[in-house]
Nanobody, 116 residues
Framework: QVQLVESGGGLAQAGGSLRLSCAASGSIHSINVMDWYRQAPGLQRELVARITRGGSTTNYADSVKGRFTISRDNAKNTLYLQMNSLKPEDTGVYIC?????????WGQGTQVTVSS
């Protein structure tokens, strides 16, 4: 079992920055990949960023490339999403997810609202 708890969401102005954190606990050793998803009202959940164990490989949605940075600190069991140059369309619930060889785990989500 893996538990994921997000934090760092809130209200930001367009052009501003936020850093989201996802604290993982439980069977951390089993996690291979960690992701950030987001979901806006009326839209399906989308993958925003992905990072492999050790941080050797990262992937980003086209809409956030050059603005968002995903990272992980294995010593602290924490995943981060640094969000810069925020746009109103970045608004949504950001959800941390961890993938092991046998299961995918989801956090509760943290709300990000970007005003224009």
């Amino acid at each position: 079992q893996v538990q994921l708890v997000e934090s760092g969401g809130g209200l930001a102005q367009a052009g501003g920055s936020l850093r989201l954190s996802c604290a993982a606990s439980g069977s951390i050793h089993s996690i291979n990949v960690m992701d950030w998803y987001r979901q806006a009202p009326g839209l399906q959940r989308e993958l925003v960023a992905r990072i492999t164990r050790g941080g050797s490989t990262t992937n980003y949605a086209d809409s956030v490339k050059g603005r968002f940075t995903i990272s992980r600190d294995n010593a602290k069991n924490t995943l981060y999403l640094q969000m810069n140059s925020l746009k109103p369309e970045d608004t949504g619930v950001y959800i941390c997810s961890a993938l092991s060889s046998i299961a995918r785990y989801w956090g509760q989500g943290t709300q990000v609202t970007v005003s224009s």
